[in-house]
Nanobody
Framework: QVQLVESGGGLVQARGSLRLSCTAS????????MGWFRQAPGKEREIVAA????????YYADSVKGRFTISRDNAKNTAYLQMTSLQPEDTGVYYC????????????????????WGQGTQVTVSS
């Protein structure tokens, strides 16, 4: 399994922006569909965004549509989550995850479709 390391989290004021990065250890990164999840205190982990192996198909949770953008750079073994217009309700631990078994153009959205997980990075949005 690929090892994933997130970075880029931090404290930001409401309406601010952050870019999260997820770097994979393996050159087989291009074989993985990638997803970003988040978990707020006392809540279940939820999907935020996903991108297919091809990079052509993406998925966004309704709560982040128009504000967040997921992308990938296979040459750098890295996936990104650009977050803009951040709100306090975006606060949580953000995890990237990889799914090696999905179809080329499929962006998986279910937590149990992902087999590789990063350690998470904290995002805190102050009002």
């Amino acid at each position: 399994q690929v090892q994933l390391v997130e970075s880029g989290g931090g404290l930001v004021q409401a309406r601010g922006s952050l870019r999260l990065s997820c770097t994979a250890s393996a050159r087989t990164f291009s074989n993985y569909a990638m997803g970003w999840f988040r978990q707020a205190p006392g809540k279940e982990r939820e999907i935020v965004a996903a991108i297919s192996r091809s990079g052509d198909n993406t998925y966004y949770a309704d709560s982040v549509k128009g504000r967040f953008t997921i992308s990938r750079d296979n040459a750098k073994n890295t996936a990104y989550l650009q977050m803009t217009s951040l709100q306090p309700e975006d606060t949580g631990v953000y995890y990237c995850a990889g799914d090696p078994a999905s179809l080329y153009y499929y962006a998986p959205t279910a937590l149990n479709e992902y087999t590789s997980w990063g350690q998470g990075t904290q995002v805190t949005v102050s009002s």
